[in-house]
Structures are given as C-alpha cells and as structure tokens.
C-alpha cells in the first residue's frame, strides 16, 4: 500500500496506528496499620503498563476515600495518613500514565488504626477512713475521726484502654491502670474507737492514719490525733485532722475524747476527720470532698473516692466508656470523672 501526499511525497509499507491506553490494574498486597491515623498498602505494578510509562500509584480507603500517592513507575509501598484512630479500613489501589488512570486493583486486607495517644491530667483519690464511734464499754467517750485517703495526681500520655477502679467503702483504694501504667491511692485508716480502761473514765481512740500514695511515691499519710484524758473534766480529741494534697498523703484524723468520771456519761465529741485540699483550678466540676475521713467519730462513713482524667479538647473524644463518667467539656478541656469503677478507651 502506497500513501500519496500533496505536492508529490509518497510513503510506502503498512501504516499502524496505536491506541493511547492507560496501565493495567496493579496487584494489591498487604495493608498494615502503622499508628492512629497512618496505614501502608504494598502493591506489585501490572504487567501491562499501557501505552506510556506509568508515572504513580494511589491507594484508596474504605471508608472515607482517603488516598495515599506514590510516584514511581515499579511496585512498592504507599503510606496513607489522614486515618481515624480506632477504624477499620480497607484498600484498593490504582495506577496513572500520561494517558490515564487504571481500575482498581482488587481489595486488600482489613486493619484497624492503633489507639489515640493523648496527654492527659490525671487524678486518683482513695476513700476516707471512717471514724470510730462510741466506747463498747460504756458511752463515756467517742473514737478517732477517720483519715483522709491519699491522691496521685499528675500528666502522661495513653493510649487503649485505661481500667478505672473507685474506692466507694471506708479506706478503700482508688486506680487507674493502662499498659505499663498504673497509678494508685490508698485510703484513709478508720478512726479508733474509745477505749475504757477503768472505772474511772476511758481513754479515747486515736484518730485514723492518713492514706498513702502508691507507685513509689514517698509521701505517706499523717498520723492520727492523740485522744484526751483527764478526771473529771471534759477533754476534747487532739489536733484535728491534717489537710492532704494532691500526689501527697491524706491528713490523718482527729482524736477523740472522753469524760473521765466514775459515772456512766457521754463522752466528748469525736475528732474530725482528715480533710483535702487537692482541687487543681484548672479542673472542671471536680470538687474537693473526696476522700475525707469521717468527719465525727460516731462511726461516720468517710468520703468516697474518685478518679478523673482531663486533657485538650483538641483531641477526641474516648471511643467509649463504662462505670458512667460525668463528662465535662468547657474551658478548653474534656474532664472524665468517675464515681464508680469503670473504664476508657480512646
């Protein structure tokens, strides 16, 4: 076959004309989380390339059509970001020459994005102790007041799930425990209950110790008040409980009191319970009665515990929660507080 030409050029042989075709799909590999919001897809480019040189890759999520490019001719591995924490995703990923893009590759394994990391506040608070009531013998005096539990408050970052354990009954320890993290605050002691030495009067109860702070931490409660005695005469309990701090030791109870005399009679009041003073004011609706020792010695209850977390509202919210958190958002912060053993996840 022979092309003629205006103006007398003529080209001989066959005449082929190719298509302009973009690449073949690529073979998907492995997809593999790398972090809370990153994941890699390896691919092996296709075998038809097209009708020009491919020149990138994309990867595509499932959800949210979140995409990754690579900018390479051969196989290789693209790295997705952008992810949700906690999600699972899959992928497909395509091919792109000067002609166009490819259809997708088939789709590749499931994975889960890892945990959010968050740098969070945190505060523990065991249960004050309870105080220690009335003589057994006759009601001639009345026992210590309870200690004040101990509180670790402090910063870290966490990610997964964190276990919260609340200490609700008089003494009882407070937690909060992740991954190679654990942080604990134990409660107050009880209060004495008064003593009756002789007929002549009783000796009161000491008060409850203080509580001590867990995880090495080398503060420890304050003693309990001495009880007073002395005939006839009314003696009120020693010092009144110490006042805690937050990562410190609670304040240790009062002590009791009696009257000494050789007739049954009521004794004196109790000493007051140890009391707190932990309420960082950058909180929110925190409070600061938790973990106070009962505050007469009648065998009043102590304070509960409590444990809250706090961080930037930046940061997302937990994925879930059990033991039913109050939630706080306001001032620029997430407050988490919990009044009965739970946990949470972010």
Avoid: C, H
Wanted: glycine share 26%; aromatic share 8%.
């Amino acid at each position: 076959m022979a092309l003629t030409i205006g103006g007398g050029i003529t080209i001989g042989g066959a005449i082929t004309l190719q298509p302009e075709l973009p690449p073949g799909a690529p073979t998907i590999g492995v997809a593999t989380a790398t972090g809370s919001s990153t994941a890699t897809v390896t691919f092996t480019a296709p075998s038809n390339g097209g009708s020009s040189t491919i020149t990138s890759y994309t990867a595509t999520s499932n959800p949210g059509n979140i995409t990754g490019t690579l900018s390479q001719a051969g196989s290789g591995t693209i790295t997705v970001s952008g992810l949700t924490a906690s999600t699972s995703y899959t992928f497909t990923v395509t091919a792109t020459n000067s002609n166009g893009t490819s259809v997708a590759s088939s789709t590749s394994n499931s994975i889960t994005t890892q945990s959010a990391t968050i740098p969070i506040t945190y505060l523990v608070v065991g249960a004050g102790g309870g105080g220690g009531g009335v003589s057994i013998y006759t009601p001639r005096g009345q026992g210590g007041g309870g200690g004040s539990g101990g509180a670790v408050y402090g910063t870290s970052s966490l990610s997964g799930s964190l276990t919260v354990t609340v200490g609700t009954s008089n003494g009882a320890s407070s937690s909060l425990l992740g991954t190679g993290f654990t942080r604990t605050a134990y409660g107050g002691g009880g209060g004495a209950p008064a003593q009756d030495n002789s007929n002549d009067g009783g000796y009161t109860g000491y008060g409850g110790g203080g509580g001590a702070v867990g995880d090495g931490n080398t503060a420890v409660g304050g003693a309990g008040g001495a009880g007073s005695y002395n005939d006839p005469t009314y003696y009120f309990g020693g010092r009144p409980g110490g006042v805690g701090t937050y990562s410190g030791g609670g304040g240790g109870g009062g002590g009791g009191s009696t009257k000494g005399t050789g007739v049954i009679a009521n004794g004196g009041a109790g000493g007051a319970g140890g009391q707190r003073d932990w309420n960082p004011s950058s909180w929110n609706n925190i409070g600061s009665s938790w973990g106070s020792g009962g505050a007469t010695a009648t065998s009043d209850a102590g304070t509960q515990g409590i444990v809250a977390i706090q961080y930037a509202d930046s940061y997302p919210a937990a994925t879930s929660t059990t033991g039913s958190p109050t939630i706080t958002v306001s001032g620029g912060y997430r407050v988490y507080k919990w009044t009965s053993s739970g946990s949470v996840t972010f």
